[in-house]
């Protein structure tokens, strides 16, 4: 029986942090990661694949990220937490002191006719799964994209890269609503249309129908979309199986529950990532926002807690979400006005919109337009979003620490920041203290 100090169950995005993580805290400890797979993708890069990329090879995780650890080739079929051990398909048993499971996630898969039809793909991150997709989709000339996220929406702007004819089908209002106020999913699905993707939304689907191969998607008022392919991007399940038959707590949203220090109902068993429960920095209830970035955080929380816990606390998750869709990014760090005022906020918005690059002459230069929604009461910032420049992703990572730090509109106006002609806004016109400079007007004196 071989024994570690940790053994990791799951090697993608949460599973490798976490053993990064482990070896650096506890660098005398012996660290085994358990995974499936020989190679791991980088699982928000699955949608480029398809077109940017070209090939599944250029998305793989390298194996030396994992350091000093031990890899085994293997899948956990059950845990003993009596006698602290995992036992694998293989029957070999390993012994542990410390057990972190990060068993991700599984597609969502709806309950209607045609989801087992040939060229009927969910968005599994499985290297030969991908690949069939992506040889489908070159057979292909009509694409029909099921779920309107983030995912779906990229998943559909690089089909389209590849000269595809591509449909997206969204139950919702927009798409991106989930994460973005209106006139933020507007902008986006604009330019989606501007690229020739056909966008429905507030369209439930009802069945996908072919006899032999797959013919179309038939939708409610009587709509039916031709499609050679038919990707289903309907969000995921956590995988909790193994934890659930150990006798492990499952949460409200399906996840292994945990403390604030990823610590479960188990004080040896920490989960993380897709498979872990989530709580909400702003209530403190379960929420289902569920990424990589996440999972990595998670990581190293629970990594630096393992032998001494209580050192990084989990404050809840913020939810910061980034896209580029038909060349215009999106970022979105906290609560959507929309979400804030269905929680009872007393809101203040503030906005600015200016070129991303100073003169806006310069080369490549975008508009790039900020929200910031503060807490009427507080000052506080609790949401933002940005869209248009391809710096909206990392002005959305700032606007998540700000929001992390309790800043408050006073503080981001008088906000430290550097600027220069071909990376930011002018200093005059910068979008956030601006953003910030106008919601200080409508705030309480």
Do not use: W
């Not at 499985?126 to 057979?139: D, F, G, N």
């Amino acid at each position: 029986m071989k024994q570690a100090d940790v053994v990791i169950v799951g090697g993608s995005a949460a599973g490798i942090e976490a053993a990064i993580t482990a070896r650096k805290q506890y660098p005398s400890k012996k660290v085994i990661v358990i995974r499936r797979e020989e190679r791991t993708l980088v699982p928000c890069g699955i949608p480029y694949i398809m077109g940017t990329l070209g090939s599944v090879e250029k998305d793989i995780l390298p194996v030396a990220m994992l350091g000093n650890a031990e890899l085994i080739i293997d899948e956990v079929t059950s845990i003993d937490r009596e006698a602290k051990t995992v036992t694998t398909a293989k029957g070999e048993i390993i012994g542990y002191d410390k057990l972190i499971l990060a068993t991700g996630s599984r597609p969502l898969v709806p309950r209607m006719p045609g989801t087992d039809l040939s060229n009927v793909f969910t968005i599994r991150k499985e290297i030969e799964y991908l690949e069939k997709l992506q040889e489908a989709l070159k057979q292909a000339k009509d694409v029909v994209v099921v779920g309107g996220g983030f995912i779906g929406a990229e998943f559909a702007d690089e089909c389209r890269k590849m000269g595809l004819r591509v449909t997206v089908v969204e139950l919702l209002e927009h798409c991106l609503y989930l994460n973005c106020d209106e006139d933020f999913c507007i902008r986006v699905e604009d330019k989606m249309r501007e690229v020739g993707v056909q966008v429905n939304t507030t369209c439930r689907v009802k069945a996908i129908v072919g006899d032999q191969k797959l013919d179309y998607v038939e939708c409610e008022k009587g709509l039916h979309f031709k499609a050679d392919v038919v990707i289903l991007a309907l969000g995921v399940v956590p995988n909790t199986e193994l934890a659930s038959d150990a006798g492990l707590e499952i949460g409200e949203q399906k996840g292994i529950l945990v403390d604030q220090y990823m610590i479960t109902s188990d004080p040896d068993i920490f989960a993380i990532g897709d498979c872990a429960e989530k709580f909400c920095f702003f209530t403190g209830k379960p929420t289902a926002v569920r990424l990589a970035s996440v999972a990595s955080r998670e990581a190293r929380i629970a990594g630096a807690n393992l032998f001494q816990p209580r050192r990084r606390r989990n404050q809840g998750t913020i939810g910061v979400f980034a896209t580029m869709i038909a060349d215009t990014s999106t970022g979105v760090a906290g609560l959507t006005e929309r979400a804030a005022t269905n929680l009872g906020f007393d809101l203040v918005i503030g906005e600015a919109a200016a070129p991303d690059r100073h003169p806006g002459s310069m080369p490549g230069a975008r508009e790039l337009r900020v929200k910031l929604i503060f807490d009427r009461s507080t000052a506080k910032l609790i949401g933002g979003e940005a869209c248009g420049g391809v710096t909206a992703g990392e002005i959305a990572n700032v606007l998540a620490q700000a929001i992390a730090a309790g800043m408050t509109a006073n503080d981001i106006a008088l906000a430290h920041v550097g600027t220069h002609p071909a990376l930011t806004a002018s200093p005059l016109v910068y979008q956030i203290v601006n953003a910030a400079e106008e919601a200080i007007i409508k705030l309480p004196r």
